[in-house]
């Protein structure tokens, strides 16, 4: 039974997560219904390594939050309610401090999440008056946290999460106006916040508001500052880069990007990806069928819609990452298209327990033309980074770039997780993801290639397996007749 009023009823359950692949499990608690990735995170945020529960680890900062409202004046019943209010947002996975305030090292530049999915009801739409109160929660709950910080850190994060469920097309003017609305609430209920502190902790800025969107569908939420008034910070949002305590609140899309994994982590269809077919009015199983005509149902906004997203928004966030790049345009004249229904297969296995999903595209003639990668236990970012790898790989096979290139380079490279592989008789053990990935690819599409089995790493195995017959400068070179064995580096022998 929970000692934490705001968890009374709440159902939970007990698992083994792990905070790392190649770490020990530790138990850890968490509501019934949140996924295992949640569970992991956990378990990698919470300090030390025995059994955690979720409300244990989150009163480890919201207590002191709450100590130090009372001890501003603010009196028991606004403290508690801060508490309860702090707690709440994290059971309803709408809000959570960054990964560096859950280990207890966070304090000098405090920083917090916002789900704007989370704030989203079916039926019901984006709930304005709760996001801004929340945003204002944060920064009065950050600002008390580190009374010595000039900044703080209002993040929201989700984008396309919450573009998705509205059935609002990620490059289009009515997602970005939407954003820059959302931005502006986060931006001047933070600020209100602030301003509001400098009676209790002391006056350290002043700030000039920038004016609303043009649009007034949600701005209605908030009640803006004057002109120019006295903040305690010199800053109070930003777009932060992808963290773990995104994983417990169930963000599959980080900040404003719009990349995001079809898949969960059970294998089915992602919250996002179910989200966008019902605004299309797609079933899975339409979705499912289009697929294997070759049509692709998930489309990846392009990076000039990504940059397009971070100007609209970057007018009310004060602390922005750098604006995406946008990629050149691929010469059409040298890119082999591939034909609208293509053939290819779906390989599902285990590595280290990981789930993976390769899926391919071939051309008329059997050749191999694109690729997908879908992962699961894996944060966003993660996630989003292997989504955008296997674009690369497949724009690069378009573009005449050979697969055996790709299988030297990609091979035997080494990252957790890795280890035995289940449930693909063509690859048994897998030094990484990727070296899983085009060991399956070799197989399939490569059968004169002899790749070296995969081998465990150890503390030292040089001269052990066939991985170490690289040549040994500088005599040691490959004979004529060696050639068909694969040779991943020279190796520098001191004397």
């Given at each position: 039974?929970?000692?934490?009023?705001?968890?009374?009823?709440?159902?939970?359950?007990?698992?083994?997560?792990?905070?790392?692949?190649?770490?020990?499990?530790?138990?850890?608690?968490?509501?019934?219904?949140?996924?295992?990735?949640?569970?992991?995170?956990?378990?990698?945020?919470?300090?030390?390594?025995?059994?955690?529960?979720?409300?244990?680890?989150?009163?480890?900062?919201?207590?002191?939050?709450?100590?130090?409202?009372?001890?501003?004046?603010?009196?028991?019943?606004?403290?508690?309610?801060?508490?309860?209010?702090?707690?709440?947002?994290?059971?309803?996975?709408?809000?959570?401090?960054?990964?560096?305030?859950?280990?207890?090292?966070?304090?000098?530049?405090?920083?917090?999440?916002?789900?704007?999915?989370?704030?989203?009801?079916?039926?019901?739409?984006?709930?304005?008056?709760?996001?801004?109160?929340?945003?204002?929660?944060?920064?009065?709950?950050?600002?008390?946290?580190?009374?010595?910080?000039?900044?703080?850190?209002?993040?929201?994060?989700?984008?396309?999460?919450?573009?998705?469920?509205?059935?609002?097309?990620?490059?289009?003017?009515?997602?970005?106006?939407?954003?820059?609305?959302?931005?502006?609430?986060?931006?001047?209920?933070?600020?209100?916040?602030s301003a509001r502190l400098p009676d209790l902790l002391g006056v350290a800025a002043t700030s000039e508001m920038v004016p609303p969107p043009s649009r007034r569908s949600l701005r209605h939420a908030i009640t803006p500052l004057p002109a120019s008034c006295d903040m305690r910070h010199t800053a109070t949002t930003a777009l932060m880069p992808s963290c773990l305590a995104e994983a417990l609140l169930g963000v599959e899309t980080s900040g404003i990007a719009p990349e995001f994994c079809p898949l969960s982590d059970t294998g089915s269809l992602s919250r996002t990806a179910r989200a966008t077919l019902a605004a299309r009015g797609l079933s899975a199983e339409a979705a499912l069928a289009r697929t294997l005509a070759g049509e692709t149902v998930f489309a990846r906004p392009d990076g000039a819609a990504h940059a397009a997203m971070h100007d609209a928004v970057a007018r009310y966030i004060q602390m922005m990452p750098e604006r995406p790049?946008?990629?050149?345009?691929?010469?059409?004249?040298?890119?082999?298209?591939?034909?609208?229904?293509?053939?290819?297969?779906?390989?599902?296995?285990?590595?280290?327990?990981?789930?993976?999903?390769?899926?391919?595209?071939?051309?008329?003639?059997?050749?191999?033309?694109?690729?997908?990668?879908?992962?699961?236990?894996?944060?966003?970012?993660?996630?989003?980074?292997?989504?955008?790898?296997?674009?690369?790989?497949?724009?690069?096979?378009?573009?005449?770039?050979?697969?055996?290139?790709?299988?030297?380079?990609?091979?035997?490279?080494?990252?957790?997780?890795?280890?035995?592989?289940?449930?693909?008789?063509?690859?048994?053990?897998?030094?990484?993801?990727?070296?899983?990935?085009?060991?399956?690819?070799?197989?399939?599409?490569?059968?004169?290639?002899?790749?070296?089995?995969?081998?465990?790493?150890?503390?030292?195995?040089?001269?052990?397996?066939?991985?170490?017959?690289?040549?040994?400068?500088?005599?040691?070179?490959?004979?004529?007749?060696?050639?068909?064995?694969?040779?991943?580096?020279?190796?520098?022998?001191?004397?």
């Amino acid at each position: 039974m929970s000692t934490i009023k705001s968890w009374h009823g709440i159902r939970t359950r007990s698992i083994a997560a792990r905070p790392d692949p190649d770490a020990a499990s530790r138990e850890v608690v968490i509501p019934a219904a949140w996924e295992d990735s949640a569970g992991d995170a956990l378990a990698a945020l919470a300090p030390g390594e025995g059994p955690v529960r979720l409300e244990d680890a989150a009163q480890a900062w919201i207590g002191p939050i709450a100590e130090r409202a009372r001890r501003a004046g603010l009196g028991d019943a606004a403290a508690s309610a801060m508490a309860q209010g702090l707690h709440a947002l994290l059971i309803h996975r709408c809000g959570a401090p960054s990964d560096l305030i859950w280990r207890g090292f966070g304090f000098k530049s405090p920083s917090f999440v916002l789900n704007l999915a989370g704030f989203h009801t079916p039926g019901s739409g984006f709930e304005a008056q709760g996001f801004a109160e929340a945003a204002s929660l944060a920064a009065t709950a950050m600002a008390l946290l580190s009374p010595a910080s000039p900044r703080i850190a209002i993040t929201m994060t989700n984008l396309a999460g919450l573009l998705a469920e509205m059935g609002l097309a990620y490059d289009s003017d009515a997602a970005r106006d939407l954003a820059a609305e959302l931005a502006f609430i986060l931006r001047s209920a933070a600020d209100c916040a602030s301003a509001r502190l400098p009676d209790l902790l002391g006056v350290a800025a002043t700030s000039e508001m920038v004016p609303p969107p043009s649009r007034r569908s949600l701005r209605h939420a908030i009640t803006p500052l004057p002109a120019s008034c006295d903040m305690r910070h010199t800053a109070t949002t930003a777009l932060m880069p992808s963290c773990l305590a995104e994983a417990l609140l169930g963000v599959e899309t980080s900040g404003i990007a719009p990349e995001f994994c079809p898949l969960s982590d059970t294998g089915s269809l992602s919250r996002t990806a179910r989200a966008t077919l019902a605004a299309r009015g797609l079933s899975a199983e339409a979705a499912l069928a289009r697929t294997l005509a070759g049509e692709t149902v998930f489309a990846r906004p392009d990076g000039a819609a990504h940059a397009a997203m971070h100007d609209a928004v970057a007018r009310y966030i004060q602390m922005m990452p750098e604006r995406p790049a946008q990629a050149e345009p691929t010469s059409v004249a040298n890119r082999r298209s591939l034909p609208t229904r293509r053939s290819g297969y779906t390989q599902k296995a285990s590595i280290g327990g990981h789930k993976v999903f390769l899926r391919t595209g071939e051309y008329a003639d059997g050749k191999l033309g694109e690729i997908f990668i879908g992962l699961h236990k894996e944060g966003p970012a993660f996630r989003g980074l292997m989504d955008n790898f296997a674009v690369a790989v497949s724009l690069g096979l378009q573009n005449g770039v050979k697969l055996e290139e790709f299988v030297e380079a990609f091979t035997f490279t080494r990252f957790g997780p890795a280890g035995a592989v289940e449930g693909d008789p063509a690859v048994g053990r897998a030094t990484s993801l990727l070296d899983y990935v085009f060991r399956n690819l070799a197989a399939n599409y490569l059968s004169g290639l002899d790749l070296p089995e995969a081998e465990d790493e150890t503390a030292d195995t040089l001269g052990d397996g066939a991985r170490d017959r690289a040549p040994l400068l500088p005599l040691d070179l490959p004979a004529e007749a060696d050639r068909h064995i694969r040779r991943r580096a020279l190796r520098l022998v001191a004397k």
